[in-house]
């Protein structure tokens, strides 16, 4: 069974920084594919991007603007989403998901930008 438990969401000011944490288990973790998503109320989900965890490929959402950074922790199964600049339209339920349109995700952790 897939588990993926994600946290590290806050309430942070505007052009401030988190890190967020997504550990995975119940498959085979090393040979998968982990994407970060978000979605705030109404509104789609939206994928940011993403990270072969067996050759650390990485891609990313072209809006971003290089101000979130993907990473893996082999050792714990954890991906991080490493968020700079942050701002307010940032705010949102961020989720990681084995797949691109987020069918099989997390519960989501809470991040709000706000001054």
């Known amino acids: 069974q897939v588990q993926l438990v994600e946290s590290g969401g806050d309430l942070v000011q505007p052009g401030g920084s988190l890190r967020l944490s997504c550990v995975a288990s119940g498959f085979r973790v090393s040979r998968q594919i982990i994407h970060w998503l978000r979605q705030t109320p109404g509104k789609d989900l939206e994928w940011l991007a993403r990270i072969d965890l067996a050759t650390d490929g990485k891609m990313y959402s072209k809006w971003l603007e290089g101000r979130f950074a993907i990473s893996k922790d082999s050792a714990t199964n954890t991906v991080y989403l490493h968020m700079n600049s942050l701002k307010t339209d940032d705010t949102a339920k961020y989720y990681c998901?084995?797949?691109?349109?987020?069918?099989?995700r997390g519960r989501g952790t809470q991040v709000t930008v706000s001054s």
């Open positions: 998901a084995i797949d691109s349109a987020g069918t099989t």
